[in-house]
């Protein structure tokens, strides 16, 4: 990697999002643990560090610190909260806990707009969230701008490239942050920001060919999804048809998806493919379940015992593949761990009892739209790299009570019709999630002059950033009108559709 800037990270709530800032200005970043030490830091060549912001005072007992040496290695650093205090602290600055506790977006004054700040307006907004700050800067820095009850709220030693700021650039509230990210990325640390997806799948097919080897084999659980099909894509350029994927198909999919990645998978990258057909035993396990969790156990059980089954049937295999991502990366606490290999520890026990030894996980450094547009990059079909989040359990989480094939089918059509809908309406990729729900509830109703006594279907869309928390969608009530009647004329058993109109929390995204 030609260009790299590391982000200590101290355990702030940003600190994602300052790496994925930094890849989105095309140059690439990785997060590692505040305490990584300072020889491995520097054998890795930075272009440039970020200090993350993070919960502790840099005076509490224990609080993270880092060796003052790394100022002293020629790499620019930048401190953003936490990484400010601390590096006013270890340079012999001061800092003190806040008379007033700046939180929310506060007007900054950019006091001098070189260098770092060059760009910005003289009076900006700024997301601030902090309760001590630096009230006496370390000798050989200035302050660079101030707030109302901050007079330090950036500085900097033009000289050494230490920066430091109180507030937060990366997040979108901060209305210029990107500018100050650009100038610190572009114009102090000088990268060439030629990060791109294309870049990334001509490295990872290297270091996949490097560690499997001219005769190496590779396995991997396709589920369908966005993160293994994008997976086998890649490992398929590496190492063609010495890639097997086993695709369990547990008859709870939606409506074309399974016949969607059997096409792909057989068509555009001719793997070895092999597809199990294993609906029937889901749904003889599954018959008269009614526990949500009971219903999840079952199926996360019958899908490793169908994989297993099949993988022995393959013979030998020397790798098993993954799709994990970095943000589960970030949050297991494995911190950096560039490699697309490494031995497993994480996936529990599938390849163990498989006889693996070594993992393939050729996208543990990438950001869920990065794993897309790397799809995108690979030519795998617009629709299945942009497909909503779908759980792993499929339709049975949508299936209030005992889930049947009969059940499964009317909340297929239904949620088929829904999406047909909403991408006519061209609103898919503002919606972050949309799907049907068949409720448990019959209720009666009339059609053509019968009584019916036929199912209810909820309508669930949210729309999220992080999916830990949801608003529900306001779609136009003509479109609800369209989907409402198609489901009710178009799909047997159901006779009345309801909108789900809730908030996460209190309520979840699924229904189960
Ligand atoms: P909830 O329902 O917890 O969902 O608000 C949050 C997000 O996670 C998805 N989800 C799952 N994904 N396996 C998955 O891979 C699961 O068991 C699972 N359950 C929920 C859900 O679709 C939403 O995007």
Same mark, same amino acid.
């Given at each position: ?105 506060? =007007? ?5 707009? *070189? ?19 630096? =009230? ?10 101030? @707030? ?26 901060? *209305? ?279 199912? @209810? ?27 409402? *009647? ?27």
């Amino acid at each position: 990697m030609k260009e790299l800037i590391l982000i200590l990270d101290f355990g702030g709530q940003y600190t994602q999002l300052i790496a994925r800032r930094v890849r989105e200005c095309h140059v690439y970043s990785e997060v590692i643990p505040w305490n990584t030490p300072l020889q491995e830091i520097l054998d890795r060549h930075p272009s440039g560090i970020i200090l993350s912001g993070g919960p502790s005072s840099v005076h509490d007992e224990g609080a993270p610190r880092i060796d003052p040496a790394i100022y002293d290695a020629g790499i620019p650093i930048l401190g953003i909260c936490y990484g400010m205090q601390l590096t006013a602290l270890l340079l012999g600055g001061q800092v003190e806990r806040a008379r007033e506790r700046e939180y929310g977006r506060i =007007t900054v004054r950019m006091k001098d707009r *070189a260098g770092l700040m060059e760009g910005l307006t003289e009076s900006s907004a700024c997301w601030m969230s902090h309760t001590w700050q630096v =009230t006496e800067c370390p000798p050989g820095f200035h302050a660079t701008a101030e @707030t109302e009850h901050c007079p330090i709220a950036a500085m900097e030693n033009r000289e050494k490239r230490v920066y430091g700021v109180q507030f937060h650039p990366e997040v979108t509230h901060t *209305a210029e942050g990107k500018i100050l990210l650009l100038n610190f990325l572009f114009e102090i640390c000088r990268c060439p920001g030629d990060w791109n997806m294309k870049a990334y799948a001509e490295a990872a097919v290297q270091q996949i060919q490097d560690a499997v080897g001219s005769e190496g084999t590779v396995l991997l659980a396709l589920s369908g999804g966005v993160d293994s099909s994008v997976a086998a894509a890649l490992i398929y350029r590496a190492i063609g048809s010495r890639l097997t994927c086993v695709f369990v198909d547990h008859g709870l999919l939606r409506k074309g998806e399974s016949d969607q990645v059997c096409h792909v998978f057989s068509h555009l990258f001719p793997v070895r493919f092999i597809r199990a057909d294993a609906a029937d035993r889901f749904f003889a396990d599954l018959k008269g379940v009614t526990d949500p969790e009971e219903k999840r156990h079952i199926i996360g059980r019958d899908f490793i015992e169908v994989f297993r089954e099949e993988a022995r049937s393959l013979g030998k295999m020397d790798y098993f593949a993954q799709g994990t991502i970095y943000p589960d990366v970030i949050e297991s606490g494995q911190g950096s761990n560039a490699a697309v290999i490494k031995s497993h520890h994480n996936v529990g026990g599938l390849p163990k009892e498989l006889g693996f030894t070594e993992l393939i996980e050729p996208l543990r450094m990438l950001f869920k739209d990065e794993v897309r547009a790397l799809g995108e990059t690979l030519g795998l079909p617009h629709e299945l790299v942009w497909r909503q989040p779908f759980p792993g359990p499929g339709l049975a989480v949508r299936i209030i009570g005992e889930v049947t094939p009969e059940k499964t089918a009317i909340v297929r059509e239904s949620d088929a019709v829904f999406r047909e809908e909403i991408a006519a309406a061209g609103l898919d990729s503002q919606i972050s999630q949309y799907f049907a729900v068949l409720t448990n509830l019959r209720s009666v109703g009339v059609m053509g002059d019968e009584r019916t006594y036929d199912y @209810t279907v909820a309508l669930r869309a949210v729309t999220t950033d992080d999916f830990m928390t949801a608003d529900w969608a306001r779609l136009p009530y003509d479109l609800i009108e369209r989907v409402s *009647a198609r489901i009710v004329n178009e799909v047997p058993h159901v006779s009345r559709v309801v909108l789900d109109v809730t908030t996460k929390p209190p309520a979840s995204i699924e229904w189960e």
